[in-house]
């Protein structure tokens, strides 16, 4: 065969692949279905990043175990896993085949966006590198450059077959992505995994119910936002807009440069805690020893008898405290930290039995605490009003009237990284 005739052959057959390729991910739009491009692999092997995949909007009521759905939460980007369990009532339950773990948070029907029917493989890739360029810029790109190689090589007809039809992939799969992309939630080692699992955090937290939580996440400013409403904190001496405890979140972190600094807490029992709580906070030391009893959350009248709760740092400034005061007696669980400048997550959790202090997703210490926690006017606080603030940056702090299971801590620190 000449190389002229080995070029026509190659570019027909390379023009037929692709016309069918095309044509598998475009024509089902003629009745509604909606194509993504895969862009993580947490739905490895049955679809991997690079790969489209076509969503039909089936209502949710015939959705059964096994299928493969696309859903989006509002203010986040599509994910596609499959539906483990669950139903219509409370929620589907979801998991990336390559994931150890099922998402953290049901998903409701009305944010189901449909079925996955056909999966179209690699035909996303030129679009999911081209994801950053907009749409018309890509489309006259690919036509203009396909105009200029087809006049340079006009008789060859192989060559401006196959030019045709990669021109065509560009243009047309930079098109999909362009409106909205498959964010695939993983826990599988890709590239995009982080900040994909990032986004559950909060979602998380949320689902947990706490009575309060803050982000912590404002750019300036002396307010912190509750997410739940009830109590929005007024910060004194306090920085923002420092890096979270989040990997990969955008969301950003308070500082408490000096033992002076705080956010308090308006006044009220809605933070006041006689059965069983949790309370956790994400904190990075920037001084060491740290203020000497630095205090990190704390809902404390200043003597014996006056501590709903708190987690802080000890007299010598080198160990983190879990404390309650019951009307049985004061109860503490502590544990030795290093001088690391590292974000840890600290919980201290009350079951009406025992308290436990939680240091990085894991049990540190515990010790019986029985009786009921005293109650206090006092204002709850982030940091303390008598200059007795720990020093360093303080993130997502959420209060709970409920003692969360050993696994939910665990879980929740590891969506954190």
Not at 258 to 263: D, F, K, N, S, T
């Amino acid at each position: 065969m000449s190389p002229r005739a080995f070029g026509a052959a190659f570019g027909s057959f390379v023009a037929a692949v692709v016309v069918v390729l095309v044509g598998w991910t475009f024509a089902p739009l003629l009745w509604g279905w909606q194509p993504l491009v895969v862009t993580s692999d947490s739905m490895a092997p049955a679809a991997r990043r690079g790969d489209i995949v076509l969503i039909d909007p089936t209502p949710t009521g015939t959705l059964r175990p096994g299928d493969v759905l696309t859903y989006r939460r509002p203010g986040s980007d599509p994910v596609t896993h499959r539906l483990v369990g669950g139903d219509a009532t409370t929620g589907y339950l979801t998991k990336g085949d390559a994931n150890h773990q099922t998402d953290p948070q049901p998903v409701r029907p009305d944010d189901v966006l449909g079925r996955a029917r056909v999966l179209v493989p690699l035909l996303g890739w030129p679009g999911l590198t081209l994801r950053a360029v907009p749409v018309a810029v890509v489309f006259l790109g690919g036509l203009g450059w396909l105009a200029v190689v087809v006049v340079r090589h006009r008789r060859r007809a192989g060559v401006r077959a196959a030019v045709a039809a990669l021109a065509a992939v560009t243009s047309l799969s930079g098109s999909v992505v362009a409106p909205t992309y498959a964010a695939f939630a993983g826990t599988t080692s890709t590239a995009l995994t982080a900040a994909t699992r990032s986004r559950f955090y909060p979602q998380a937290v949320l689902t947990a119910g706490p009575v309060s939580y803050w982000r912590l996440g404002e750019s300036s400013g002396t307010t912190r936002a509750d997410q739940m409403g009830v109590a929005p904190l007024t910060c004194t001496g306090a920085g923002a807009g420092y890096t979270g405890a989040v990997v990969k979140d955008t969301d950003t972190a308070t500082r408490l440069p000096v033992a002076a600094a705080r956010c308090q807490a308006p006044t009220g029992s809605a933070l006041t805690m006689t059965t069983a709580f949790t309370v956790i906070a994400w904190e990075r030391s920037l001084a060491w020893p740290q203020t000497t009893n630095g205090r990190i959350v704390a809902k404390y009248g200043g003597a014996v008898g006056t501590l709903n709760y708190m987690l802080a740092w000890d007299n010598t400034g080198k160990a983190i405290r879990a404390l309650v005061d019951t009307n049985n007696g004061r109860y503490t669980a502590i544990r030795a930290m290093t001088n690391d400048a590292n974000w840890h997550m600290v919980a201290m959790i009350w079951d009406t039995v025992n308290l436990r202090l939680y240091i990085d997703g894991i049990s540190v210490d515990g010790l019986a605490a029985p009786g009921t926690p005293v109650s206090t006017s006092t204002a709850a606080t982030l940091g303390y009003i008598a200059s007795d603030s720990m020093v360093g940056d303080i993130d997502e702090v959420a209060i709970f009237a409920r003692a969360l299971a050993a696994s939910e801590i665990a879980d929740l620190y590891a969506l954190a990284q």
